[in-house]
């Protein structure tokens, strides 16, 4: 019982730490967020997007998360691309805790990976693409009609078809569902 204890106790005090070295953007809009991203992404940033806590949303469904001790260099390279995040925030406190977007659930035979809005269920034995659901954004039915019934490497990307938040949204399921199923 001892050593399950300090296994427990270890893993608590590396989440805590893990914690303490981040920060949230947070932004006026979803579209200043996705651009950020990539932004970001394409000079090789550890950044992940999540949803914001509900003590400071500003409007926005999205923040970044990122290393507090890259803030100013993160800041810069957004400055240099004249995007203005409306904070950066220290997230030590458990109420300042962003959100994550995703949640999974096993079917059995399928596996449904949601993200903010959006839901991507495939069949595992063939990884073909059953469902999309979810959002209220007017391209979802085409997005559906476009990958339903194709298995997840011959589906198109969803932001290369896609041009809403549902469609980034579901993007962000596609991902997840692919890294999930090459495990």
């Known amino acids: 019982m001892a050593l399950l204890n300090s296994f427990f106790k270890q893993k608590a005090l590396k989440t805590k730490k893990q914690n303490l070295d981040r920060g949230i953007l947070i932004f006026e809009n979803t579209s200043e967020v996705i651009r950020a991203e990539r932004i970001l992404k394409s000079q090789k940033w550890e950044i992940r997007v999540m949803g914001p806590p509900p003590e400071i949303q500003h409007g926005c469904d999205l923040v970044i998360e990122f290393s507090l001790i890259e803030e100013l260099n993160i800041l810069r390279t957004l400055q240099e ?27 059995g035979a399928h596996l449904m ?68 199923c090459s495990q």
């Open 113 to 180: 990976v949601r993200a903010a809005n959006m839901k991507l269920t495939v069949e595992k034995a063939t990884l073909t693409i059953v469902n999309v659901s979810g959002g209220g954004c007017p391209d979802v039915p085409y997005l559906a009609k476009e990958l339903v019934g194709k298995t997840l490497n011959q589906a198109p990307a969803p932001r290369e078809i896609g041009h809403t938040l549902c469609g980034y949204a579901l993007q962000l399921a596609f991902e997840e569902m692919k890294h999930r």
């Open 81 to 107: 691309a004249e995007i203005s995040p409306l904070e950066a925030v220290p997230s030590t406190s458990p109420l300042l805790k962003p959100v994550d977007i995703f949640q999974v659930k096993d079917y």
